[in-house]
């Protein structure tokens, strides 16, 4: 019994002394999708490429609105029959609204996860570079707590830049 609790405190005296040389770092990757510079030309990029659908979109919805508020006003000043077939186009046009409104969403998110995809894989490489250089043995992405001296974020921000 005695030989097997030495090996265990041997052992255990082993691995601390050996989890003394290792290198580690921490990486916001939040950060660098919130503030790198290839994440706001990314976001620019794509606000430039969707504005026009945007443009339309509320435009759509302008007409939408005042179409309702035109009818409200003329509801009844009309007819039975007027009024159903009012009411239809009014309908259609809020279907085809929320069609539209849903199609540019999806497109508008796929487009956003494109380009972070493509961020992320970007940011990875940097992250594996700077560790190399620096002779880091294991980077940390998500943590309860770390010790700011060994947040790489700034750095990963920094190379992203270039």
């Not at 255990?12 to 990757?29: E, K, L, N, S």
């Not at 972070?116 to 970007?122: F, K, V």
């Not at 992405?141 to 990963?156: E, L, S, Y």
């Amino acid at each position: 019994m005695r030989k097997a609790i030495t090996a265990f405190v041997l052992m255990f005296a082993g691995a601390h002394v050996y989890a003394q040389d290792i290198r580690v770092a921490f990486f916001d990757g939040q950060r660098v999708l919130n503030e790198s510079m290839p994440a706001k030309l990314a976001t620019a990029k794509i606000k430039q490429e969707f504005s026009r659908r945007e443009k339309e979109l509320d435009d759509l919805n302008e007409h939408l609105r005042a179409s309702v508020r035109k009818f409200e006003k003329e509801a009844s000043g009309l007819n039975e029959l007027e009024r159903t077939r009012r009411q239809r186009e009014l309908t259609d046009l809020d279907q085809d609204f929320n069609r539209k409104q849903r199609i540019f969403s999806e497109d508008l998110g796929q487009r956003k996860q494109e380009e972070l995809n493509i961020l992320a894989e970007r940011a990875q490489k940097v992250v594996r570079q700077i560790a190399e250089a620096e002779k880091i043995d294991l980077v940390v992405q998500d943590a309860v707590f770390f010790n700011p001296r060994i947040d790489i974020t700034d750095k990963v921000l920094r190379a992203l830049a270039k």
